[in-house]
């Protein structure tokens, strides 16, 4: 890993664009990273990530496939055996569905299957999350799908300087890592080093520190726990706002030190609440010390038990926002859970 110039370290750039100098800076590096989807080439991808690439690579390494999730990712896995790096872009995550088998059962499994004589290199792009009007089809959040899985890395960056790094860092990694882009962080801007950094993979990071109270959240979830934290400075109420970065593998030890030291935990995520990353988290806590700390009951606050909906208004009342993360907050800190 290079060592970050303190005199170049403070630019801004979009989400988006920080995703693009990272795939950048990793072609120009090795030849071995190639990048694979529908639309990435002269469209420059469904949001405008891959932009330029085709015209600065050429389309011999930034290659449109088919519309067929399945087969591009399945030549992404067996590019990655072969000793490629490929960068698989799923239109919508809620594509990947098409793909499990590529992405479950081979991706995930063969490094442990072939005895670690093999290594699958291959990193899945996946734009994800509501909030555009896409509807049910287009705005689900399905990362917890994949953490459940063995052999696979999931991340979820909330901020350009990690989108940036964390997809170096995925690239530096011999094992697949699906990477879940929230579809309306793409706009937001913020600090980008420059030159190549990774951010390391499975680590958490305090954005805001607190003693009340611990929310761990992720991706956009992260920005509407620190807005909410905020609102709640002028009750008395002071937040610690953990951003996970990293859903397979997660930091224990960085959200533990947390409950054991503010006694009261929420879990905030857009995925359906059932079955999901706070149904994990919760249990991480539950089984071991820190639960002897706790002085109310974890609260979980995920997404409606429904599909979800194209109505604005609707889609938005579905999941998690700024206002019911700070009700869910009082009510934690209250002891009314």
């Known amino acids: 890993m290079n060592a970050i110039n303190p005199e170049t370290a403070l630019r801004t750039m979009s989400y988006a664009e920080a995703i693009r100098e990272a795939m950048a800076l990793a072609m120009e590096a090795d030849p071995a990273v190639v990048l694979m989807g529908e639309d990435i080439g002269v469209y420059g991808g469904a949001f405008q990530v891959t932009l330029d690439l085709i015209e600065r690579f050429g389309p011999d390494r930034v290659m449109d496939t088919p519309i067929s999730e399945l087969g591009g990712a399945g030549v992404a896995v067996g590019a990655a055996l072969t000793g490629l790096k490929p960068i698989y872009e799923f239109q919508f995550s809620d594509f990947a569905m098409l793909a499990m088998e590529q992405i479950v059962n081979q991706a995930a499994k063969l490094r442990y299957m072939l005895g670690g004589e093999a290594a699958v290199p291959v990193v899945f792009r996946l734009p994800s999350g509501s909030g555009t009007g896409a509807a049910a089809q287009h705005s689900q959040s399905i990362e917890a799908w994949f953490g459940h899985v063995p052999g696979l890395k999931v991340l979820q960056p909330s901020t350009p300087e990690d989108a940036k790094g964390m997809l170096l860092a995925a690239l530096a990694d011999p094992d697949p890592v699906m990477i879940f882009e929230h579809k309306l962080l793409y706009k937001t801007r913020g600090h980008v080093p420059a030159g190549r950094y990774l951010t390391p993979i499975g680590k958490a990071l305090v954005r805001r520190t607190g003693t009340d109270l611990t929310i761990v959240a992720g991706s956009i979830m992260v920005h509407r726990a620190l807005e909410a934290a ?68 974890i609260l979980r606050l995920g997404a409606a038990d429904a599909p979800v909906p194209y109505n604005p208004d609707l889609e938005r009342a579905a999941v998690p926002q700024v206002d019911t993360i700070a009700a869910g907050a009082r009510r934690l800190f209250r002891r009314e859970v």
């Open 230 to 297: 905020e609102t709640l400075v002028a009750e008395g109420i002071s937040a610690e706002v953990i951003d996970l970065r990293s859903i397979r593998p997660i930091d224990h030890a960085t959200i533990l030190a947390s409950v054991r030291k503010t006694g009261r935990l929420m879990v905030v995520y857009e995925g359906v609440k059932a079955f999901g990353v706070g149904a994990e988290i919760s249990a991480l806590v539950a089984e071991s010390d820190a639960f002897d700390y706790l002085d109310a009951p």
